[in-house]
Nanobody
Framework: QVQLAESGGGSVQAGDSLRLSCAAS????????TAWFRQVPGKERELVARMTWTGGITYYADSVKGRFTISRDNAKNTLYLQMNSLKPEDTAMYYCAARLKERTMYDYWGQGTQVIVSA
């Protein structure tokens, strides 16, 4: 099974950029559909971006389209989320997750990395 570890969060100003990383170990990310989720206390977890195991099909939430980019470095076995033009409403705990292609539920999660965007 795969283990996931996020990094790259922090406190920034509105309009700034951050790049989140999700380092995988134990198994290659090319075996999984991978995704970035975010959650604010008291609210449901939100799917932000998703990439299939082939890397060819991606999904973005409407709220981040045009600003966020999901990508994967197969050599480093790492998933990324490039976040540009950050807004205060992007403030959340961000998690990477993975599921085997035949699964509908995400079985593997990182510990999360906090992003705070100030106005």
């Amino acid at each position: 099974q795969v283990q996931l570890a996020e990094s790259g969060g922090g406190s920034v100003q509105a309009g700034d950029s951050l790049r989140l990383s999700c380092a995988a170990s134990g198994r290659t990310l090319t075996d999984y559909t991978t995704a970035w989720f975010r959650q604010v206390p008291g609210k449901e977890r939100e799917l932000v971006a998703r990439m299939t195991w082939t890397g060819g099909i991606t999904y973005y939430a409407d709220s981040v389209k045009g600003r966020f980019t999901i990508s994967r470095d197969n050599a480093k076995n790492t998933l990324y989320l490039q976040m540009n033009s950050l807004k205060p409403e992007d403030t959340a705990m961000y998690y990477c997750a993975a599921r085997l292609k035949e699964r509908t539920m995400y079985d593997y999660w990182g510990q999360g990395t906090q992003v705070i965007v100030s106005a």
